[in-house]
């Protein structure tokens, strides 16, 4: 069974840093886009970052500059740098996987930005 398991959440104070990862198996990893959804209380999850396999990288707005995704092929993990962390950062954090035909969506990592 695919598996993504997410690490790296906690609680960080405002302009501070965190580091997710996303490890995969069972998947054929370096065909899959590899992507970071959030999804805030109250909110909709939305789209944070994404990775395609020959490693372009797409970004939302409101993360563009302080937030960086990156892919390690080789340990079937994905990764996501969140520097300069504002409270409204504050949500689950999940990771994808996704192809033309499949989706595969890890169960989360909560990020909490407070001081």
């Known amino acids: 069974q695919v598996q993504l398991v997410e690490s790296g959440g906690g609680l960080v104070q405002p302009g501070g840093s965190l580091r997710l990862s996303c490890a995969a198996s069972r998947i054929i990893f370096n065909t899959y886009t590899m992507g970071w959804y959030r999804q805030a209380p109250g909110n909709e999850r939305e789209l944070v970052a994404i990775?395609?396999?020959?490693?372009?990288?797409n970004y939302a707005d409101s993360v563009k500059g302080r937030f960086t995704i990156s892919r390690d092929n080789a340990k079937n993990t994905v990764y996501l740098q969140m520097n300069s962390l504002k409270p409204e950062d504050t949500a689950m954090y999940y990771c994808t996987a996704k192809t033309v035909y499949m989706n595969y969506w890890g169960k989360g990592t909560l990020v909490t930005v407070s001081s």
């Open positions: 990775a395609t396999p020959g490693g372009t990288t």
